[in-house]
């Protein structure tokens, strides 16, 4: 994917096939036969050739010897070729289906519009959803290498998407300078030089596996004491294809995950586009009016909420954990409903579990979900109908985890002062 594809996707976007995708993976057939579709289109595809393979599938389904799960198949069908009637074409990235009678013993249909362009023409029936693909989706293709280097030792990281992952630490042995005089100066500081190359020639020989092998990355940031960088970077191991890699070099005084965070501040400059860099950016943009107390900021569920009612907010910043999912249930043999919150985390388990729960009104039928909604969604419609932007942050890093953790992970700046107070 090119870097201008990169940019197109949106934290939303994101956020909302995440979310999708934690529903789909809830979903089993209802007696456990592939009968679950899974139709992928890419971008391009006459929609006629679609439905002509469809028609042909469903003919090819009265062979099925289990008769529950032909009739299950041809019933997802039937609901695939009618939805199919409201689409005119597949749009730039293609369309993805999911269509079947899951354990709700229900047909469920879900028509999926991936941020990212269909790769794969494919048709499967299976007991489950075909998810592969779209998962894969949720990957950001951009991954940096970031490398600590002093005689002392090294740290060998990446970042990719919102994650910061430590790859590699490897300590050294080469000795400091010492104050000798004579010849035994002299000999002892040729034997530290020769040591000092044979750690950095090691290092490269690790980079070369790490980041061309293990974790092929688009560019490198290097950082560490001013010479020492220098000298490494001249080391002839290191595999040319990185050496063109190196975008940016920064004086860094120590390793570890703290030295590798403030080598990403140093090179915001390089890193602008990345999503880690973007979610910091708003965080510590909320902070500093929080901080000076601008009345620019509120942050809380409640609070944020009103600020959109009246058409106040710029920006709704709200972590991925605050995912909550508000969902409708009903009884098959009754007028039994109720409606009941869970945290996406759980909501596998609670669909897994309402399979077995009984109607407490009639005793006898089951339940099933009707329909369902989750906050963040909520907050993004409300926020684009008042002209406000919604950003999704991830919790896998520092600024992000405060935000949850301390500010209840929702946030907004504001056009203009509201609040007196906070």
């Known amino acids: 994917m090119s870097k201008q594809e990169e940019k197109k996707r949106t934290s939303v976007e994101r956020y909302m096939l995440k979310h999708e995708i934690d529903k789909l993976e809830s979903k089993k057939s209802f007696n456990m036969s592939t009968s ?36 299950a198949v041809q019933s997802a069908l039937s ?21 079947g009678i899951t354990q709700t013993n229900k047909v469920e249909f879900f028509l999926i519009s991936p941020p990212d362009p269909v790769g794969i023409k494919l048709y499967l029936c299976d007991n489950v959803f075909k998810i592969d693909h779209l998962k894969e989706m949720l990957e950001s293709k951009q991954r940096y290498g970031l490398l600590l ?28 300078k ?28 690790i980079m070369n596996t790490v980041y061309l092998d293990d974790y092929p990355v688009e560019a490198i940031i290097v950082g560490g004491p001013a010479l020492t960088k220098s000298e490494f970077l001249e080391n002839k191991s290191l595999d040319y294809r990185l050496r063109e890699k190196v975008i940016g070099t920064y004086d860094i005084g ?61 920006t709704v910043i709200v972590s991925e954990d605050v995912d909550r999912v508000n969902i409708e249930i009903k009884c098959d043999g009754c007028d039994y409903e109720i409606t009941e919150s869970v945290k996406s ?50 919790t896998d890093h520092e600024d992000g985890a405060m935000l949850y953790n301390v500010f209840g992970g929702i946030a907004a700046t504001l056009r203009y002062k509201l609040f007196d107070g906070y």
């Open 36 to 71: 679950l579709v899974s139709l992928y289109i890419p971008p391009g595809t006459r929609l006629s050739d679609v439905n002509s393979q469809l028609r042909d599938e469903y003919g090819t389904a009265t062979n099925i010897k289990d008769k529950s799960t032909g009739k």
């Open 79 to 99: 609901s695939i070729m009618s939805r199919m009637k409201t689409i005119s074409d597949p749009g730039e990235n293609g369309i993805v289906i999911f269509c």
């Open 149 to 176: 280097i002093e005689r002392g030792g090294a740290t060998l990281a990446t970042v990719q998407g919102s994650r910061i992952d430590i790859i590699r630490e490897e300590e050294s042995y080469v000795p400091g």
């Open 178 to 205: 010492h104050k000798m005089g004579g010849q035994s100066q002299a000999r002892f500081q040729r034997l530290t030089e020769e040591a000092a190359q044979r750690w950095y020639t090691k290092i490269t020989e």
């Open 254 to 314: 120590y390793r570890g995950i703290n030295g590798i965070r403030e080598l990403l501040e140093k090179a915001e400059d390089k890193l602008s586009d990345f999503e880690l860099i973007k979610e910091r950016k708003l965080i510590q943009k909320f902070l500093e009016h929080l901080g000076k107390d601008t009345g620019l900021v509120t942050y809380g569920e409640k609070l944020v909420l009103e600020a959109l009612e009246k058409s106040a907010v710029q």
């Open 345 to 394: 985390r759980d909501y596998n388990e609670f669909v897994k579990n309402l399979s077995d729960r009984k109607c407490p009104q009639c005793s006898n039928s089951k339940l099933y979900i009707e329909n369902e909604s989750d906050l963040i969604t909520e907050l993004n419609e409300k926020a684009e109908n008042t002209g406000a932007t919604l950003e999704v942050i991830s």
